[in-house]
């Protein structure tokens, strides 16, 4: 009996350590050291050979464009990059730029002063109102810079176009010396003209304005496209026409397309015109263009300034604010051309 209970206890002594050896087998088995994969970003970063920052006298620049100038996209710095400086830390730019971005300047506004040269500087520098360019009546080959175009200038005030407003924040205005208009004895406005040399100016400082920041045709506006209840400038006496033509800036109607509408319209333009729903109709397509304006039906004042404003930039020869069957034909030729996207 004692020598069975002695081969049963042998028996599970035997069993108990075999079953702790498999069970440190089993744990203890060694790691294969695991090499990790570097972040996807930075392995990224490193095999994109970006054009480097220019360092002139402790200033950075990058004048390079990464992006996609379709998307009208722009990594380039037309001035010194500006960077944090937070205490205690270093910012770096390992990875500038990311091609995700572009100018805030979108809109290039033409105004003009209602003022002579030197009161136009003035009022322009020492006023709380500005413009990023003045555009003198002297004679001479300067154009001042009165705000640095990474800045917002005090030119555009309340204003809208298309789906945006308050147009300072995206644009760059250019300021033209000229007196205005005055009215005469039946109240129709009188507009100064601009000399030729000032319209050479203009040409020159938007043509370089608008290839630098990409500016699309649809954004050269004037002042009163984007605030047509309170603006007039610049007037119908500039030459948006000779812009176009010349300098290949801003929009303009095919001639074409405008006679095919005015042939349509002139049947019975007469009838529809008291139509609240041709007035309807009329606003909306102002509207669909651009201009910020509400739908009354009606040919209330807003509605008779804003045509008034479309007809200074694209039918100068008549700017009563009466919308007739040609300036009818003129929109609907520029919907056509420059449809909203």
Known sequence: ???????????????????????????????????????????????????????????????????????????????????????????????????????????????YTALPDDTSITVLTQQGVSAHYLVNNTGDNEIYQLVDENKRSYHAGVSAWRNDKNLNDTSIGIEIVNT???????????????????????????????????????????????????????????PWKKLYDQYQLGMWYDETAKQNFLTLAQADFSVRYVDPSFIYLVQTTLQKFGYYLDLSGKWDDATKKTIEAFQYHFRPQNYDGIMDAETWAILQALNQKYPAK
């Open 1 to 111: 009996m004692r020598k069975t209970l002695y081969i049963i206890g042998l028996s599970t002594f035997v069993f108990s350590c075999t079953s702790q050896q498999n069970v440190k087998k089993n744990t203890y088995k060694p790691k294969t050291p695991v090499s990790q994969a570097k972040p996807a970003v930075k392995t990224s970063v490193a095999e994109t050979q970006k054009p480097k920052i220019t360092n002139d006298h402790g200033v950075e620049f990058f004048t390079t464009n990464l992006a996609d100038p379709a998307k009208n996209d722009n990594t380039a710095s037309y001035g010194s990059i500006v960077s944090a400086k937070p205490l205690g830390y270093k910012v770096v730019k390992t990875y500038f730029p990311s091609i995700a971005q572009n100018f805030r300047q979108r809109y290039l506004i033409l105004h």
């Open 180 to 238: 205005g208009y005055k009215s005469d004895a039946a109240g129709k406005k009188i507009f100064a003209e601009f000399s030729d040399d000032q319209i050479k100016k203009v040409a020159a400082l938007a043509k370089d304005i608008v290839i630098r920041y990409q500016i699309p045709a649809t954004n050269v506006l004037a002042h009163s496209d984007i605030a047509p209840t309170r603006k007039q400038d610049p007037g119908p006496m500039f």
